[in-house]
């Protein structure tokens, strides 16, 4: 994506002389800049399509080129952008995206457990599908908890990001996802609670703002979907350096274009953008008035998330071999009318509300762990 365009043509002097200095054709520079990437383990654009990025900045057809073309040549050079290009649009209007990040930690500890916790109705999210009831004596910082009487206590994490880059955003929610997991391990052992299944977190993303425009504005999007694509599995070196090769990766992704075969849209034309994977959920409004609200996400994810959480134990009991138990009240019967809530639609629900669920109940595999747990909890009844 070129960000700015003269219609006056002034050639860019300082990228002449320094490719003059070094007596270099632009077929030479193309050459070097390309084993530059390389070199760095950068996605290259390829030989041909850099010596025509230099051909427009030279002449000055390209005022100033993409962030991925503006990093490589400054680097290469040891010049700041600035003193190559001039201030960018970005830098001169502080331009960030606005996220509201949702974090949902469900933590699977049992009926018996949730029936010795206090509890108040949660009438602000929850209630709209499957009851969850507020927890006022799980306290994590920034966070709520909210209690489902078949065993799921979860913890819902409200934090309001404006980074610069979806690069930041997913070195960030790799590092904070270990650490609000363990906070919140540690908030239920100090209440003398076992966790008996395994603990998880998973995002929501409302955006407010993305300082973009056209393809590059969905691709955005698609990357905040499954940010995890832009951090390394073993996720070494420091901060600065796992930021650094996230910012090449979403640059060349940025200018390339992005999907994921497991994302899922479930967003309306000029009114919402909406994606849904197994990474997580990403909703960018429109227009206000008719998008759903933020308030309809949450709760679609507090039910799914409580029933995922607690199928998982059940699944995890029967990988040990073993037959699970449970309250007669929270058997297959009343696991049978979850999946009916869930999956089946309202009288009077949305189109757009009816693509939301079936977007995150799809991406998530809860219908067959439903009909696995189901299924499993009525052989257990017959014996």
Excluded at 249 to 260: I, K, P, T
Aim: negative net charge; hydrophobic residues 40%.
């Amino acid at each position: 994506m070129d960000t700015g365009t003269s219609t006056t043509l002034v050639p860019n002097r300082a990228l002449l002389e320094l490719r003059g200095g070094r007596s270099w054709g632009r077929p030479r520079l193309a050459k070097e800049l390309h084993r530059y990437c390389a070199a760095r383990g950068w996605t290259s654009p390829g030989e041909s399509n850099i010596e025509k990025q230099i051909y427009r900045l030279e002449t000055g057809r390209v005022r100033r080129p993409d962030p991925f073309y503006a990093r490589l040549i400054a680097e290469f050079f040891e010049r700041p952008p600035i003193d190559l290009f001039g201030p960018s649009e970005t830098s001169a209007t502080g331009a960030t995206y606005r996220i509201r990040s949702h974090k949902f930690i469900p933590l699977y500890v049992g009926a018996e457990a949730m029936a010795d916790l206090g509890s108040v109705p949660a009438d602000d999210v929850a209630n709209d599908w499957l009851t969850g009831q507020r927890i006022e004596q799980l306290e994590l910082a920034g966070a709520r908890a909210f209690g489902w009487p078949f065993g799921v206590v979860m913890f819902h994490l409200v934090e309001d990001l404006e980074p610069d880059s979806v690069a930041w955003l997913a070195v960030w929610r790799r590092r904070t996802y270990d650490e609000n997991m363990t906070h919140a391990l540690q908030v239920v052992a100090d209440h003398g609670f076992s966790v008996l299944g395994d603990p998880y977190v998973l995002s929501t993303y409302w955006v407010e703002e993305v300082p973009l425009g056209g393809p590059a504005l969905d691709s955005a999007l698609r990357l905040l979907c499954v940010p995890r694509v832009l951090v390394g599995r073993q996720g070494t070196g420091t901060p600065a350096e796992k930021l650094a090769r996230a910012s090449v990766v979403e640059q060349a992704f940025l200018r390339d274009g992005f999907d994921h075969p497991d994302i899922q849209d479930f967003g309306v034309q000029a009114i919402a953008t909406g994606y849904a994977s197994w990474s997580g959920v990403v909703y960018r409004p429109h227009a206000a008035e008719q998008c759903l609200s933020e308030r309809e996400l949450i709760a679609c994810e507090l039910s799914v998330q409580a029933t995922w959480a607690y199928t998982d134990y059940l699944r995890k009991v029967v990988e040990s071999g073993q037959d699970p138990e449970v309250p007669a009240e929270y058997g297959w019967r009343y696991l049978r009318g979850v999946r009916s809530r869930l999956t089946t639609e309202r009288p009077q629900e949305s189109a757009q509300h009816r693509a939301m669920r079936e977007a995150i109940i799809n991406t998530s595999g809860l219908l067959r762990r439903l009909d696995q747990a189901i299924d499993t909890l009525r052989d257990s009844d017959r014996r």
